[in-house]
């Protein structure tokens, strides 16, 4: 897109320290510690030196994890901590008498800017992209220092980092200028023959002078041609803004879609005596929104059924850092594996991500906040939603406005004040607060009935926990057993009369009612509500056949979002498939009952794909549920575990499988072999004689499930229906010799401070077959103008970190993460023992 061009244009061809007017990256030179205060100081404390960083940067990803860290288990065991970053600047003497401004895309959390020693500005949200004006601090012509300070402790029920982990931005503004943030493109008609574009742009008049300036549109397609253009005059006394607004009609557009993703730019350009004085870009799509009980959702006219992941927003090895390449490369990778839309859990996108969707066709629910007044961690934002929560409700609708791909905001997530009259007056203001600043699009609220219940239920929930731990024990079934009572129980209340009343005044602001483990209300609330209009905000992995059934028959009912699509750091454990310890070493089942096992642990383990990227098993069951895979998939559980009894699963996990063959040190063991499909039956063969062949879907929907040994050779699964193929899938065992393999993903890199480089590692045979057993360490070494950002595996219990240039891989499987620093070829080497080095190069550019 041109107004991407005419960015790296700005960055490339400037020095972010000396910029003239306009608006750059400043993440470069800045320089990083744990804060010390100046009396800390003066009384001897020791000084840690500042460590230089680029930006974006996650200060607690390289910190070191402790078995001790109170409440642990919520952020994957890293501690928390006061930090600081410091940058100078020299302001150029030509920018006196202009604004200046610092745009924070996020900083985690309590952030507090301070230029020359004097605070500038403070946001208390993590989330939230906001600007601190700085040219009233600075000294011209002369070096600046800038710094930031952060904090993070027991605020949060994940993995949220800290630091300045999105962009920054220097913006320079003249005393005539385009508000930054004030373009908003709608588009109130829209068809395949023709469509209305409104484009509204503020203007300010910062001069002592009455002045008349000339705002210039131009609507710009992919290819570079004008497809819409307009111009108008406007007056301004001093010291006021006012609003231009343009009604562009274009002819024949291109319409943004999730299959067609097409995008426009939109340039303007603010002259004063023909002079430009102030340009803004900004990149919009064209489509449109309905919604309706009879049709669902329609993005375009079509009726589309949302194929949802609830992502948190951390990286994996990056930790929460967020830069367009790790955007653009989850995105796709959600969407490749069937995915059409996301759901930010349980906070504000960054920037980057939105533009991710926005290129690649994902739809998107941003959503606002975990918590309003009702705290669920001791120090989080529930302390500072009643001052701040109208600022931060309307950084993430500026933000998203131009963006396509949202189309819902959500207002909260499993709010306890959602089952309370006064919680509602706080859903209504902000579901309308929402409203005020963005008409067209839809409001929803991730609201969990039993969550909303709490105040009555807690009093009642150790009575059923016995009872239901009794229950458990006269069956012989353990925690699994009373795990699956309980949730049982939750769903009873889900649907229950006294649930219906608690949220019924919750669910009428809505435009749709975002549901939260809630299925059991799809089919009543059909006659309860008939206008009511339902998205599965949060559902079980494991439940998505008899969801998506649900979604498929009910226009009423638009989607389901799993939890969650990508795996991620912190609520350690909780899809973790745990088996009861060996008879030598057994233990009282019930020591067994917490979602987490303890330090080491590190993701939560409960995403349709790993933290490096790699699908998992579950991602090609949801895959065939959705109807977008008919070959079969074979998944093999863990051979070590046969026949060992499962201690705890929860309804986050999947069975403990991977489609794999290679299982060297198994040879002649049992082994359970699943296999997912849409057929009728599977036939499954070892080097081509029949193992057995059975009926789908007689354990669970979609799946076909059969006992053999291991042998090494070819393992095949043949799909039938009506007696007839409809698709095969193979997996063969890989042979003994052992080949570290690079697999780099892109090899042409940007030197814009926005790129990073992907290197796929893998432990296979000569012939790229992967070997699952035999892992082992991997070190990576760079040469040329770049640097080892990150190198980890998708292990979710491990003490190893991902900031050094060693590490073990997991299942076989390992990721490194290269950052370019100048122009010129890297190369980047990976060695393993027993196995002969392999090199990538990238070339930056």
Not at 465 to 486: Q, S, Y
Request: include cysteine; glycine fraction near 10%.
């Amino acid at each position: 897109m041109l107004s991407e061009q005419i960015a790296v244009v700005e960055v490339e061809s400037r020095d972010d320290s000396r910029l003239s007017v306009g608006r750059v990256l400043f993440n470069e030179g800045w320089g990083f510690r744990s804060k010390v205060t100046a009396f800390q100081e003066l009384g001897g404390s020791s000084v840690s030196g500042w460590t230089p960083v680029h930006l974006p940067h996650d200060a607690l990803i390289a910190q070191p994890r402790r078995a001790d860290v109170p409440r642990g288990e919520t952020n994957g065991y890293f501690p928390g901590g006061v930090f600081e970053y410091r940058k100078t600047y020299v302001a150029s003497a030509e920018d006196a008498g202009r604004r200046v401004l610092l745009e924070f895309d996020g900083v985690y959390r309590d952030a507090a800017v301070y230029v020359n020693g004097n605070l500038a500005g403070q946001r208390a949200f993590g989330y939230s992209r906001f600007s601190v004006r700085i040219d009233p601090f600075l000294i011209f012509g002369a070096e600046n220092e800038i710094r930031v300070e952060c904090r993070t402790h027991l605020d949060s029920r994940w993995y949220a980092g800290a630091g300045i982990y999105r962009d920054v931005h220097l913006v320079v503004k003249n005393a005539g200028h385009i508000v930054p943030d004030a373009v908003r493109v709608t588009t109130p008609t829209v068809g395949t023959d023709g469509a209305v574009v409104d484009v509204a742009a503020a203007i300010e008049n910062a001069s002592p002078l009455t002045k008349t300036y000339r705002l210039d549109i131009l609507i710009v397609d992919a290819g570079g041609a004008v497809a819409g253009a307009g111009s108008s005059p406007i007056t301004l006394l001093p010291g006021t803004r006012a609003t231009v607004r343009h009604r562009l009609f274009l002819d024949s557009p291109t319409l943004w879609s999730v299959e067609a993703p097409n995008l426009y730019d939109v340039l303007l350009t603010l002259r004063h005596d023909d002079r430009v004085v102030d340009e803004e870009a900004t990149v919009v799509g064209i489509r449109s929104l309905q919604l309706d009980p009879r049709h669902g959702l329609r993005i375009n006219g079509e009726t589309v059924k949302l194929r949802g992941a609830c992502i948190h927003l951390d990286n994996g090895p990056l930790g929460v850092v967020s830069m367009r390449a790790a955007e653009e490369r989850k995105v796709a990778r959600l969407k490749e594996a069937g995915f059409n839309a996301i759901r930010s859990s349980h906070c504000p996108m960054s920037t980057a991500l939105l533009d991710a969707c926005d290129r690649l066709g994902m739809l998107v629910m941003d959503e606002t906040f975990d918590v309003w007044t009702s705290g669920k961690s001791d120090y989080d934002y529930s302390f500072d939603f009643p001052e701040w929560w109208e600022r931060d409700v309307e950084a993430l609708v500026v933000k998203d406005f131009n963006h396509p791909s949202v189309i819902f905001y959500s207002i909260g997530n499993e709010i306890p004040e959602t089952g309370t009259p006064i919680g509602t007056t706080w859903g209504r203001r902000l579901a309308e607060k929402v409203r005020s600043l963005d008409p067209t699009r839809f409001v929803t609220n991730g609201v969990n009935p039993f969550v909303a219940m709490l105040d009555t239920i807690v009093p009642q929930m150790q009575a059923r926990r016995d009872a239901a731990a009794a229950d458990a024990a006269a069956e012989g079934g353990g925690v699994n057993t009373m795990m699956a009572g309980f949730g049982q129980m939750m769903g009873h209340i889900q649907s229950s009369d006294a649930a219906t009343e608690r949220t019924e005044e919750s669910f009428a602001v809505l435009d749709v009612a975002g549901m939260n483990y809630s299925d059991a209300r799809y089919v009543p609330d059909r006659e309860r509500f008939p206008d009511r209009i339902i998205v599965g905000t949060e559902t079980w992995p494991s439940s998505i056949a008899g969801n998506w059934e649900l979604v498929q028959a009910d226009p009423r009912v638009i989607g389901d979002f799993t939890w969650t699509g990508w795996d991620y750091l912190g609520e350690t454990g909780i899809g973790t498939v745990r088996y009861l310890r060996p008879a030598a070493d057994t233990a009282d089942l019930g020591e067994v009952t917490s979602f987490s096992g303890g330090f080491p642990e590190l993701t939560a383990w409960c995403g349709d794909i790993d933290i490096t990227g790699n699908r998992r098993p579950v991602s090609y069951y949801r895959e065939t549920v959705f109807g977008l895979r008919s070959d079969p998939y074979i998944a093999v559980d863990r051979p070590g575990f046969h026949g060992v009894p499962v201690a705890v699963a929860t309804p986050w996990s999947w069975t403990d499988s991977l489609g794999s063959w290679s299982w060297a040190g198994f040879e002649g063991s049992p082994v359970r072999v699943e296999v997912y499909s849409d057929a009728d039956e599977i036939e499954l063969l070892l080097d081509g004689d029949v193992i057995d062949r059975r009926r789908v879907g007689e354990d669970r929907s979609f799946r076909a499930i059969f006992e053999t040994a291991y042998r090494p050779g070819a393992l095949v699964a043949v799909g039938y229906t009506n007696g007839v193929e409809t698709g095969r899938a193979v997996l063969r065992s890989a042979a003994r010799d052992i080949v570290l393999q690079a697999d780099v993903e892109r090899c042409e890199l940007r030197h814009d401070g926005t790129d990073l480089g992907y290197i796929d590692l893998a432990l296979t045979d000569s012939h790229g077959i992967l070997h699952t057993t035999l892992d082992r360490a991997v070190t990576v070494t760079v040469e040329g103008p770049g640097l080892l950002q990150a190198l980890g595996s998708g292990n979710p219990s491990t003490e190893e970190t991902f900031s050094t240039d060693t590490h073990r891989t997991f299942d076989g499987r390992a990721l490194a993460i290269i950052r370019p620093t100048g122009v010129g070829t890297m190369t980047v080497t990976a060695t393993a023992p027993d196995c002969p080095p392999v090199t990538a190069k990238f070339t930056v550019s």
